[in-house]
């Protein structure tokens, strides 16, 4: 989320669920109720929210990154990033995950950021229907791509790698006898401040072994507990994938959000905002210039 996915509501909804009560909001909760859709079903769903920017200097197909949004939906530090890659010579493919699923403001924070709808487990079939957007456009080289994730976003991604690494049907996506949709030309993934905590279903055993992994955590994070990501990817090293991370000193949930909500739990650092995005520009620089 941008605000803070607050996952002590989840007890709460499972007790709504566990009376019969709220079905409609509470269908991730229950486990069942998830909208099943075919890979090109969940383009279209995404491609009107789906926006695609390439540098204006670009000469030819330019490596892209594909960014997912924190759970109260698209906010400026998505722009802050993307101006960043674009001033870089990258491409940007941001994905409106709550608008494509008409999830307004008000219904993203007070469903989605606390775990009533909308699972990362289920929203990963963006990510790759988002892949297939960018493989249809011609300006984008379908063999340099990159994933980030903030918050709910890199809880998504998270558990697309982890789907990728088991070859596994994304329980959003209904592939028939298809085989199972794959990461083809991701060389990295980030996440910012992800959530790692339940009801995450990756235990970081099984991320694509081909992809390198990085993600920057933010130590006074009341929203998304740093630990939970740091025993994530413990595991996933003892698996034999190490995970590139950092923690950085002092830093709340959303740090580099400039417009935050008026939350205690949540401040705007400019210095720390810049020294993010300008790691994320190394790491594209570093792996997608192979």
Not at 22 to 43: D, I
Not at 52 to 79: D, N, S, W
Not at 187 to 208: I, K, L, W
């Amino acid at each position: 989320m941008m605000y803070g996915f607050l996952i002590r509501a989840v007890p709460a909804a499972l007790a709504i669920a566990a009376t019969g009560l709220g079905a409609s909001t509470s269908s991730n909760v229950t486990g069942f109720g998830v909208p099943q859709r075919s890979l090109e079903q969940q383009v279209e769903l995404i491609r009107p929210f789906t926006r695609i920017r390439i540098p204006e200097a670009a000469t030819g197909p330019v490596p892209t990154v594909l960014m997912f949004h924190g759970c109260g939906g698209l906010r400026e530090v998505q722009e802050d990033y993307a101006r960043s890659a674009l001033e870089a010579g990258y491409g940007v493919v941001i994905i409106g995950s709550n608008a494509a699923r008409g999830i307004d403001r008000f219904a993203a924070m007070s469903q989605v950021c606390t775990g009533l709808r909308l699972w990362g487990r289920e929203r990963s079939a963006d990510v790759f229907a988002g892949l297939s957007l960018a493989r249809e456009d011609a300006r984008i080289d379908a063999t340099r791509l990159a994933l980030i994730g903030w918050s709910h976003g890199g809880w998504t991604v998270l558990e697309a790698l982890d789907e990728a690494g088991r070859r596994a049907v994304p329980e959003a996506l209904d592939m028939g006898s298809e085989a199972a949709p794959d990461l083809a030309g991701v060389r990295t993934a980030m996440t910012v401040y992800p959530y790692c905590g339940f009801p995450m279903r990756s235990d970081g055993r099984e991320y694509a072994r081909d992809i390198p992994l990085h993600a920057i955590l933010a130590e006074s994070d009341m929203i998304a507990p740093p630990g939970d990501c740091e025993r994530l990817f413990e595991r996933s090293e003892a698996a034999g994938h190490p995970v590139d991370f950092e923690i950085l000193a002092g830093q709340t949930h959303a740090f580099d959000e400039p417009n935050p909500p008026p939350d205690p739990r949540i401040h705007y650092d400019a210095d720390a905002a810049e020294q993010a995005r300008s790691r994320w520009i190394e790491i594209l620089d570093s792996e997608l210039a192979r």
